[in-house]
């Protein structure tokens, strides 16, 4: 017997996930999730929405293993399909993230959300055209609904459709005068489909919390890792590091007219090595996933 009445059931964790969730309170979202996985560990709703927060603070590895807990115990659940399918496209798993976007697609092709979501996955998964076809798609079944139309914009921009991506921006701008200032300042598309959008403009599992790529506040118990990283020159003062040596060694090897080749090509090759472990590094760092 509950002794505790003031419990809450799991729906009610999952629904105020989801509040928080959709106003950009990822953190407060999945300590309601993990609330209600505590009551019941199996419950797919909630899984998917851990999946969900997972996956909003770049951590595709373990969106994957709640999408699949929500799955295993239903099959169709869309939130599951639909995160599984980006957290594929975020890992670098192309094939599997076509094929689950197409999954879940085969749920509802009369579903317009269910071709913006296939047409962004693809999109991520580095499929053009299958994501600009499938965002027209939804523009044509659903012409009404702004969201539809900054998909389109997004995908069209990504190809370097600049026509298109104008027109279609306007044409959400046209159904949504009030929020037309605010479409306008996220002019890329990248910025659109990832930043933190809590207005709704784009799906959910398409979004991404900005990522801080130095913050030495002493107070974020992060701090030392963000500077100093988790290994040799992987933090951002290895970073510079690196940078500075790839400086200090082209100088001499490119203007040292008077110095000795042996020396000058010596100074090329460790200003060659440091920058290109700084580039290799860095687009680690920005693309962690």
């Known amino acids: 017997m509950d002794a505790d009445p003031t419990r809450r059931s799991v729906a009610e964790y999952v629904q105020r996930a989801e509040m928080l969730y959709e106003l950009g309170q990822v953190e407060d979202a999945r300590a309601e999730v993990d609330a209600a996985l505590r009551v019941d560990p199996l419950d797919p709703d909630a899984n998917a929405m851990a999946a969900a927060c997972a996956l909003a603070v770049h951590d595709p590895d373990e969106a994957l293993t709640y999408a699949g807990a929500a799955l295993a115990h239903k099959p169709e659940h869309s939130r599951a399909m639909i995160t599984r399918g980006y957290a594929l496209a ?4 192309r094939d599997e ?6 999954s879940m697609l085969d749920l509802d092709r009369a579903s317009w959300r269910h071709h913006v979501h296939y047409a962004l996955i693809t999109r991520r998964a580095g499929a053009a055209q299958p994501a600009l076809d499938a965002a027209w798609n939804a523009v044509n079944l659903a012409p009404d609904q702004p969201r539809t139309h900054l ?3 997004a995908i069209a921009e990504s190809l370097e459709m600049n026509d298109l991506a104008k027109r279609s921006r306007q044409a959400a701008e046209d159904l949504e005068p009030e929020r ?3 479409t306008e300042r996220a ?4 910025e659109l489909l990832q930043r933190l959008d809590p207005g709704g ?3 959910p599992e398409a979004r991404r919390m900005p990522r801080k790529w130095v913050d030495a506040d002493p107070a974020d118990p992060a701090w030392r890792g963000k500077i100093y990283g988790p290994g040799l020159f992987r933090g951002a003062l290895g970073r510079s590091i690196l940078l500075g ?7 001499p090897a490119v203007l040292g007219s ?6 000058r090509l010596f100074f090329a090759v460790v200003a060659v090595a440091a920058w290109v472990g700084w580039f290799t590094v860095l687009r680690r760092h920005r693309n962690p996933e």
């Open 201 to 203: 403009r784009v799906p």
């Open 258 to 263: 008077e110095i000795d080749a042996g020396a």
């Open 151 to 153: 998909v389109l914009a």
């Open 180 to 182: 037309a200032a605010e």
């Open 187 to 190: 002019v890329g598309a990248d």
């Open 97 to 102: 993230a076509l094929q689950a976007a197409a």
């Open 245 to 251: 040596l790839a400086v200090v060694f082209a100088v």
């Open 90 to 93: 975020d890992t670098g798993r």
